[in-house]
């Protein structure tokens, strides 16, 4: 073989080895299958770092959960009211201490947009480590409103409805959520889903017209990346007394709640994709409903919460309960119990509106519960999952994620 020829076939064979290394594809891969893998050893090797894939977000709720205490874990699972206009010592101690998942305000922590922003920055920073808080309000429009001399008070839902334009339930939603967050408010409890509830809080009497209304408004808070709550599940429109102050019941058929109660919750859990999305709560009242269960309240009743709500409708969100403050509840049952038998009916968030003796109470039932196995491990974790997957996915992050 004469010269002119070994130099072009060795010249051919370096050719194909570059190609095989530095073209990789269909190629290289059949021809030097060993070669892509080599390649990355040797930039590992070089650089001293590997090729990581970035974590899923299934993934991340199961390193974040895995890392967790127990203590911590039922913290998540509660969110409480706090005193004061000013992260106090009181507060910052509760939150350190308990590790609360979120927090609620009312009228008694508000003065101004930059007081209130001060506020939630101070008690974030002195929040969970591993997780920041939920934020919450109450800014339904109407008589329910907080911090109405500095936040837009939205009109009521009963006049929204009878404007009969679904696009200003949007449009109110959106401009809420935008003062809300500027505070770094990131939960809004609203809008009220009940049909014909007293006092303006109802869009209207007719489940499919309220139907379309709450559409528009958690179609306005989706837009703004502002959690909401679907509420008072369900239906507490029918009710006659005040669940502050006392329970009721609600003495309609199974047959006429389906009909009516039902239907702006059934038909949002079916628009939404049943919820997976985590974009909202559903809020569970505490009314008697015996057509569904004689014995429980709806926030504590397994045959509402995971039968019903759950398992029935499909609903793979987060369920919350009201305060377990009011009367309704705490005229009837002690802190350390309640809280226990919200979780074991499916609730994954208690809340505690007001007193930090109260809030403490619950946790220390829950703890109980959990140490001794009526509420499981893996009941825990179930419900502390979702609570870090919305959390992730509405950008509340743990500082090194």
Do not use: W
């Not at 977000?57 to 390193?63: L, P």
């Not at 309960?321 to 609730?347: K, P, W, Y």
């Amino acid at each position: 073989m004469d010269k002119m020829l070994k130099r072009r076939l060795m010249a051919a064979v370096v050719l194909v080895f570059l190609l095989a290394v530095l073209g990789g594809g269909l190629f290289a891969s059949r021809l030097f299958p060993q070669v892509p893998a080599a390649v990355e050893k040797t930039k590992e090797a070089l650089t001293g770092q590997e090729t990581k894939r970035p974590l899923t977000i299934d993934e991340q709720v199961e390193e974040i959960v895995s890392s967790m205490s127990t203590t911590e874990k039922i913290g998540q699972l509660m969110v409480i009211g706090v005193q004061g206009t000013e992260a106090n010592e009181d507060a910052l101690y509760v939150l350190h201490q308990f590790h609360y998942g979120g927090i609620i305000l009312f009228d008694r922590n508000l003065e101004s947009k930059a007081q209130t922003k001060a506020l939630v920055q101070d008690l974030q920073a002195g929040a969970d480590e591993k997780l920041p808080l939920f934020v919450g309000i109450d800014e339904e429009g109407g008589r329910v409103v907080r911090g109405k001399d500095f936040i837009t008070p939205p009109p009521s839902q009963e006049a929204v409805g009878k404007q009969g334009e679904p696009q200003q339930a949007q449009k109110l939603a959106k401009s809420t959520a935008a003062e809300l967050k500027e505070m770094g408010i990131n939960v809004n409890f609203a809008p009220v889903a009940d049909v014909g509830a007293a006092d303006g809080r109802s869009y209207s009497k007719e489940p499919y017209e309220t139907l379309k209304f709450v559409q528009a408004a958690g179609e306005g808070y989706k837009e703004s990346g502002m959690v909401y709550a679907l509420k008072h599940f369900p239906g507490i429109g029918r009710g006659l007394v005040d669940s502050h102050k006392e329970i009721s019941s609600i003495e309609a058929g199974e047959s006429e709640l389906r009909k009516v109660d039902l239907v702006p919750f059934r038909e949002m859990i079916n628009d939404t994709g049943k919820g997976k999305d985590l974009d909202y709560m559903v809020m569970v009242g505490h009314l008697n409903y015996p057509a569904f269960d004689k014995d429980n309240p709806a926030s504590l009743s397994r045959k509402i919460i995971t039968d019903l709500l759950r398992q029935e409708m499909g609903y793979q969100g987060l369920v919350i309960t009201d305060d377990l403050e009011m009367g309704a509840i705490a005229n009837h049952r002690s802190f350390r119990q309640v809280g226990v038998e919200a979780i074991l009916a499916g609730c994954d968030i208690v809340l505690v509106c007001h007193e930090y003796q109260h809030a403490e109470d619950v946790y220390m039932g829950i703890y109980e519960a959990v140490q001794n196995g009526k509420i499981s491990e893996m009941r825990l974790n179930e419900s502390v999952r979702r609570v870090v997957k919305a959390k992730l996915l509405h950008g509340l992050r743990p500082a090194d994620h």
